[in-house]
């Protein structure tokens, strides 16, 4: 079992950038899929990007392609999300989700262990 828990977020103007991390404990992150998702205010869960040490696999959602990236570091036991070019529609809380099963699955379902979030805001 892994216990994860998120920092990084904050308010910043559109184009700044952030970097999130989620410091895992418990178990080691490489034996998981460890994904972010995203949440604003009366909108569902949607993912955001995932990494795979295993067979290695990165994917990321159209929307932030490009512009975000996701990263671990397995001495620390932690996965960052670096994002630059925030837009106003990036304002949402951040979940770091890890997956036992290791799939790549965008699907929030697919996730066994949750952090509690951090809030990002970019303003215009």
């Known amino acids: 079992q892994v216990q994860l828990a998120e920092s990084g977020g904050g308010l910043v103007q559109a184009g700044g950038s952030l970097r999130l991390s989620c410091a895992a404990s418990?178990?080691?992150?490489?034996?998981?899929?460890m994904g972010w998702f995203r949440q604003a205010p009366g909108k569902e869960r949607e993912f955001v990007a995932l990494?795979?040490?295993?067979?290695?696999?990165?994917i990321y959602a159209d929307s932030v392609k490009g512009r975000f990236t996701i990263s671990s570091d397995d001495a620390k036991n932690t996965v960052y999300l670096q994002m630059n070019i925030l837009k106003p529609e990036d304002t949402a809380n951040y979940y770091c989700?890890?997956?036992?099963?290791?799939?790549?699955?965008?699907?929030?379902?697919?996730?066994?262990?949750w952090g509690q979030g951090t809030q990002v805001t970019v303003s215009s």
């Open positions: 989700a890890a997956d036992s099963r290791r799939r790549i699955a965008s699907s929030s379902s697919s996730y066994d262990y």
């Open positions: 418990g178990r080691a992150i490489s034996t998981y899929t």
């Open positions: 990494n795979r040490q295993s067979g290695w696999a990165t």
